[in-house]
């Protein structure tokens, strides 16, 4: 990759298509904490954490498919940032949103 350029700049129109990084080629990088699932308001009202990106997985699994349904990209890449001990609870959640976003015939999404 040396003697590449690369060029990177925040746009609202990300945080408007629901994505955090657009590449290429029609492609897509989503990066959830693993921590928003767990977070209880209790905990972020005493912490000071912000509520704004507490998303749960039925919520999050929503917006992707309709994300993936738009034909915006062509892939959509998901990294689950394991900001928290890893329960039962949140491996269950990863199985089910694994299986939740198999595409399906006739969705313009190649892959996500």
């Not at 921590?35 to 507490?54: A, H, V």
């Not at 900001?83 to 199985?95: L, V, W």
Request: glycine share 6%; charged share 25%; proline share 2%.
């Amino acid at each position: 990759i040396s003697g590449r350029k690369i060029v990177t700049f925040d746009s609202h129109l990300l945080d408007e298509a629901g994505i955090d990084i657009e590449l290429i080629n029609m492609n897509a990088i989503i990066v959830l904490r693993l921590s928003s699932w767990t977070q209880k308001r209790s905990d972020i009202i005493t912490n000071g954490f912000d509520n704004s990106n507490k998303e749960s997985l039925k919520e999050f699994t929503k917006r992707i498919v309709k994300l993936a349904g738009r034909g915006s990209y062509a892939e959509i890449h998901i990294i689950l940032c394991a900001d928290t001990p890893i329960t039962m609870e949140i491996s269950r959640d990863i199985s089910i949103l694994q299986n939740a976003l198999v595409c399906q015939s006739g969705c313009p999404c190649e892959f996500v």
